[in-house]
Every structure is written in C-alpha cells, then in structure tokens.
C-alpha cells in the first residue's frame, strides 16, 4: 500500500491563482481530513469527510473547497490564493476518528 | 472552544535520561488521546494511544488524568533519536472533534 499520498510537495502561487491540491489514500478508509500547520499555530482543521459524497467544515475552512467524489480521493481546492494561506498542508485518513491518523507527506505552499 | 495545551519547550535532556511533559485539555467530554511525533519536516506519526489504565510501549510510558484533565508522555533512557515535537491529540465529541496540541519540542542532547 501506499498510504497517505499529496501532490504537489511544493507549490509556489501569486496572489489570486487559484489550485488543487491532491490527496489519495489506498486503504479504504472512510473518514479523511485536511489541516495546515503553521509556526507556533498547531495543526488546524479545515475541512473533512466522513465518507464519499459527504464533506464539511472543520476550524478554518474560509478560502477552501472540498469534495468527496470516490471514497479514494480528497483534493483541497483554493479558489483565489492570498498569502495568509502560505503554509504546510496536511492530508490525512483513518477508519474513523478513534483510530490512527494516517498523514500524507504535506505539500508546502507559498503564496507571494 | 476546545482546547488542548502544550509547553511548547524546547527541552534540551542529556542522552539517558528520563524526561516527561504533560499536556491539558479542557473539554471534559473528550473521548480518547494520543501522542503522536513529528520529526522536523516530516508529517505526524501516531507514537501511542493513551488508555485511562495508562499505556506503555518500551521506553514510553504514557497516562491520562481525567479529574485534572492531564495526559503525560515519560520517555526513559532517552535516544538522540527520540529528537522530535510530540504532538498531543485529543478527541472530543462530534465528528470533527479531534484537537492538535501545538506540540512539544524536545531536543536530546549527546
């Protein structure tokens, strides 16, 4: 198995552009998550999905879509980037919530 | 708001010796916890679970308070390789309920 995998490891945008970031997981897990994680914040939530077809919002999840089409795939849309969302981003997957977290590499973006 | 608190270090410990570092919550209604390690650059990974009998797994011990809302990691005979931030994950009620400490650096020093 191949785990948690993200696409693109690094990313550089302007102001404005907008992007996916691709998360897959290959172990049938139902629940998935994405977080950012910056200096002295922690990981925070932003959106998750207890299953295909159903998303919601979790902590900070202005300035992001989601959607949940297959039970594989959870890609994180930023629809007009702004430098506040200069950050790592962290995809992760597990059977439910009390059950191991598994985390994806992250993706580090930057945006000028 | 739910939260869960850290020292966020960092604690710089000589190579074999014991170090233990608490972490708060504050929703009593929290359901389960753990301890995960991020090395630097690298995503979390789950070190253990934290059972309210406690939990041990060689060198790490951990152990959960739940009338002063405390969880503790010990980590004996420390390794140069236990080098890390150790995250501590709460999970409360709803779907969208687990929480990330801001971590806890710890450095072992040779």
């Known amino acids: 198995n191949a785990g948690v995998t993200q696409t693109p490891k690094f990313q550089v945008l302007k102001t404005g552009q907008s992007m996916t970031l691709q998360c897959a997981q290959d172990m049938n897990h139902e629940y998935m998550s994405w977080y950012r994680q910056d200096p002295g914040m922690g990981l925070r939530l932003i959106h998750y999905s207890v299953g295909a077809g159903i998303t919601d919002q979790g902590e900070v999840p202005n300035g992001y879509n989601v959607s949940r089409s297959t039970t594989e795939d959870f890609p994180l849309r930023l629809l007009s980037a702004a430098p506040s969302q200069t950050s790592v981003y962290f995809c992760?997957?597990?059977?439910?919530?009390?059950?191991?977290?598994?985390f994806g590499p992250g993706t580090r973006l930057t945006v000028l | 708001r739910k939260e869960v608190e850290q020292d966020p270090g960092p604690f710089n410990v000589p190579e074999g010796a014991t170090v233990a570092f608490n972490c708060t919550y504050s929703n009593s209604a929290s359901q389960s916890f753990f301890w995960y390690r991020q090395d630097c650059r690298k995503e979390p990974k789950l070190l253990m679970s934290?059972?309210?009998s406690g939990n041990e797994d060689g060198r790490f011990t951990a152990q959960l308070n739940r009338a002063s809302q405390y969880i503790s990691l010990l980590i004996r005979d420390s390794k140069l390789s236990d080098s890390a931030t150790y995250l501590c994950v709460v999970l409360g009620g709803g779907a969208d309920g687990l929480t990330f400490g801001k971590g806890t650096h710890l450095i072992i020093q040779p």
């Open positions: 992760a997957s597990s059977p439910g919530l009390n059950n191991e977290q598994f």
């Open positions: 934290v059972y309210s």
